[in-house]
């Protein structure tokens, strides 16, 4: 898109002229705070295989091994603190009455930042969830004692993330669904925008009339079909799109 205005000044005009807006994040806008993303430089994925630890067949043929993967990942995240992009994210919806926060991250620093309105479309790596009775619990620990951990039933506890090869959670992911074509704006905050379906929220949003801010360090797929891509860390964006209060 060819504008004399900077950046900021172009996302801050569409913000402003928008009653309902949506952000979708990914590991990026954690990146800052210290927690490795997936495919970048020092990306999870350079150094592990998905195929070893994230899906169910591997999860069924060594829980051990995958359990240690995800201790080690909540060791990671504990020791890290909400940046100025996820401050900025919480800012932007106590302002608004229609904000909703698409996320594909697990590690809870939306939250931890103030964000309420949250749709975990890839789950929370501090939720548990049982193999067998399905209950879902909460234990916010930066370590698991003992590995697998195990439901009051007495059957192995799996993390509450979604897996490659799993479906996403059919509830949020039909609200999130419903944000993306609600929203007139659509910030996509550091997510290389290679994993359906969440990456196709970007499409959905764009299709039904949202403009469409990319924010990240590097281009992506999206990066030539939004209406404004804008190469910048989420912490050096998103505090000059949204100032704190
Ligand atoms: P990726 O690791 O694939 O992409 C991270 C993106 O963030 C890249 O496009 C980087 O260029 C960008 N980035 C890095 N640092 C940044 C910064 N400071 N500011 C802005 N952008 C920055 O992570 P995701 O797109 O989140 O799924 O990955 C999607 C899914 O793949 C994850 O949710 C996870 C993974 O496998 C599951 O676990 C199911």
Redesign the pocket.
């Known amino acids: 898109m060819l504008s004399h205005q900077a950046p900021a000044d172009t996302i801050r005009e569409w913000l402003a002229n928008a009653v309902s807006i949506a952000a979708l994040t990914?590991?990026?806008?954690s990146?800052?705070s210290g927690i490795p993303?997936?495919?970048?430089p020092g990306?999870l994925?350079r150094t592990y295989r998905?195929e070893d630890l994230?899906t169910p067949q591997a999860f069924a043929r060594d829980p051990q091994l995958s359990w240690e993967w995800y201790n080690w990942r909540r060791g990671i995240i504990a020791t890290a603190e909400p940046n100025a992009?996820h401050v900025a994210l919480a800012e932007l919806e106590r302002r608004l009455s229609h904000f909703t926060l698409l996320t594909?991250?697990?590690d809870g620093l939306h939250d931890r930042a103030g964000s309420r309105r949250i749709l975990k479309v890839?789950g929370d790596i501090w939720t548990l969830r049982c193999t067998v009775c399905t209950r879902a619990w909460r234990d916010a620990r930066p370590s698991l004692p003992v590995l697998p951990p195990k439901c009051a039933c007495g059957a192995m506890a799996r993390p509450g993330?979604?897996?490659?090869g799993e479906g996403l959670p059919e509830d949020v992911w039909s609200a999130a669904v419903e944000a993306a074509r609600a929203a007139q704006v659509l910030l996509v905050?550091?997510?290389?925008?290679?994993?359906y379906p969440?990456a196709g929220l970007v499409q959905l949003a764009q299709s039904a009339g949202a403009k469409v801010v990319e924010?990240?360090?590097?281009e992506?797929p999206v990066s030539a079909m939004v209406d404004l891509s804008w190469r910048a860390?989420?912490?050096a964006a998103l505090p000059q799109l949204i100032p704190p209060a």
């Open positions: 990914g590991a990026g806008i990146a800052e993303t997936f495919r970048g990306g994925w998905a994230a992009g594909q991250n697990v890839h993330v979604v897996w490659f905050i550091g997510t290389s925008a290679l994993v969440a924010i990240n360090v590097a992506t860390s989420a912490t």
